[in-house]
């Protein structure tokens, strides 16, 4: 099966710009997460769907960082206006039941200039 | 809150050389925990689990042993490769919250 896929690899833009990243979960999972690692440091949740319900979203930064799970399949994650300190590498897992291990895509890594 | 500590990197071994990473964790109740790797230029893999007290998880010749009285999660490996080149995330999972380590670079010299 397809594991967890997300666009672009890599994306570099300058402050105040917006980027979108998509994340596409292994086909049938409702469980959809985003976390980043910022800096080298630990890897941090960020909010979870079940289907296309934000179940928690209480690891959001602020209110730059908005996610949709329209039609609880694919996911983006946009940051409008980017800034410098969203620089990092954004991961997305999903998993078929809350419990199941979690499956990683390959992250997006976010430079912000 | 529940939270994940582990040893910092970068770690510099040579081929054959024993590994330890050491974790340990703060969390009420009974998580579960879990070891992933990256390998570079890929995304995080799942390498092993315990999901209880004294369990040991084990993959690829890596073991780490869930201890309770002590909060850890210690992964070893006996002789480690070149290819075992990657970072490593402790992680635990309580009530699907999960929680990452701020991760351990291993480095494996030929």
């Known amino acids: 099966e397809a594991g967890v896929t997300q666009f672009p690899s890599h994306s570099v833009i300058e402050k105040g710009q917006t980027v979108t990243l998509r994340c596409d979960p292994i086909s049938g999972h409702d469980n959809l997460y985003w976390y980043r690692r910022v800096m080298g440091k630990e890897i941090k949740f960020l909010l979870h769907?079940?289907?296309?319900?934000?179940?928690?979203e209480s690891g959001m930064p602020n209110n730059r960082f908005l996610a949709e799970r329209t039609g609880g399949t694919y996911s983006t994650l946009k940051v409008q206006p980017a800034e410098l300190e969203d620089s990092g590498v954004y991961f997305c897992?999903?998993?078929?039941?809350?419990?199941?291990?979690?499956?990683f895509g390959d992250g997006t890594r976010l430079s912000i200039l | 809150g529940d939270s994940v500590t582990q040893m910092e990197g970068p770690v510099t071994l040579s081929e054959e050389a024993f590994l330890t990473i050491n974790c340990t964790y703060t969390?009420?109740?009974?998580?579960?925990l879990f070891w992933y790797v990256q390998y570079p230029g890929e995304g995080l893999q799942l390498l092993l689990k315990a999901t209880k007290a004294d369990d040991k998880g084990s993959n690829k010749g890596f073991e780490a042993t869930y201890r309770k009285e002590t909060t850890s999660f210690h992964l070893e490996k006996g002789s480690v490769q070149v290819s075992d080149s990657a970072v490593y995330f402790c992680?635990?999972?309580?009530?699907?919250?999960?929680?990452f380590g701020a991760g351990t670079r291993l480095t494996v010299k030929p």
């Open positions: 769907f079940v289907k296309e319900s934000k179940q928690d």
């Open positions: 969390a009420t109740g009974y998580p579960s």
């Open positions: 897992a999903s998993s078929q039941d809350r419990g199941s291990p979690q499956h």
């Open positions: 992680a635990l999972s309580h009530n699907n919250d999960m929680r």
